[in-house]
């Protein structure tokens, strides 16, 4: 998994020894579980070294300045959520036992491998998951998919009074969520009362996504995925 790009920081142009004009155009990223570097022929070394530091390690003025000038606070709390709702369990009315150890159906595991072929290849810096069964469930293909562990919280747990607290905690992490009905609802209305923008209700079907765009600490945008084939 590659580095993730959290920002665009712009380019500059400048003109090369040899009397070329080149653009360079510079990102900012967070750093995760990446491949081994290999040395080309445009890069010798990749280093993550403080801020503080940056600029002494940098050979022109103006790559010196860009860096002087970033606002990391704000590029460290942007991201994005996949708010997910587990998928199809079946019917909580004739499930005999414990409903935290209530299963996916097949229907449910089959939208649990949709999500993971859909979501696989963004950048993810954890899955967090409800502690019942059906939404361990379904966050397991694509935990096998990207070599990520399912993280346990209670805070994402059916009728939970603290999952809204959840939001400060996710705010700058690239992160899926699985939870519950009344949970996912909960959450796009606090976000929607701190600015996040929507189009259409609020809804929250079995197996589907709330996408939110997370820059700079806020909650900005979010759209609807009813079906992770669609």
């Known amino acids: 998994m ?3 790009v959290v920002a665009d920081l712009g380019e500059v142009g400048y003109t090369t020894p040899r009397g070329s004009d080149k653009i360079v155009t510079y990102f900012a990223m967070r750093s995760v579980n990446a ?9 010798d070394e990749v280093a993550w070294v403080p801020v ?12 010196r300045a860009l860096v002087s000038d970033l ?8 991201g994005t959520l996949y708010l997910v ?16 150890l209530r299963p996916l159906t097949k229907k449910g595991v089959a939208q649990a491998n949709q999500i993971a072929d859909w979501i696989r290849r963004e950048p993810l810096d954890v899955l967090l998951s409800s502690p019942y069964l059906r939404c361990v469930q379904t966050l397991e293909p694509l ?13 994402l747990a059916e009728g939970s009074t603290e999952t809204t607290t959840m939001l400060n905690r996710l705010r700058g992490l690239s992160a899926v969520v699985c939870s519950h009905g009344d949970a996912i609802p909960w959450m796009i209305e606090a976000m929607v009362a701190e600015g996040l923008t929507i189009d259409g209700a609020i809804d929250c ?10 820059s ?15």
């Open 71 to 78: 606002d990391l606070d704000s590029h460290f709390q942007s």
């Open 205 to 214: 079907k079995k197996g589907s996504t709330w996408v939110v765009t997370v």
């Open 35 to 43: 491949t081994p570097f290999q040395p080309n022929s445009e890069v």
């Open 143 to 155: 935990a096998r998919s990207t070599g990520l562990e399912v993280r346990i919280h209670p805070y």
């Open 2 to 4: 590659a580095p993730i």
């Open 52 to 63: 503080d530091k940056a600029a002494a390690a940098l050979s022109y003025e103006h790559d």
């Open 85 to 100: 709702r587990h998928g199809s369990a079946g019917s909580r009315s004739t499930w005999v036992g414990d409903d935290r």
């Open 216 to 230: 700079g600490g806020r909650f900005a945008s979010a759209r609807y995925v009813a079906d992770a084939t669609s």
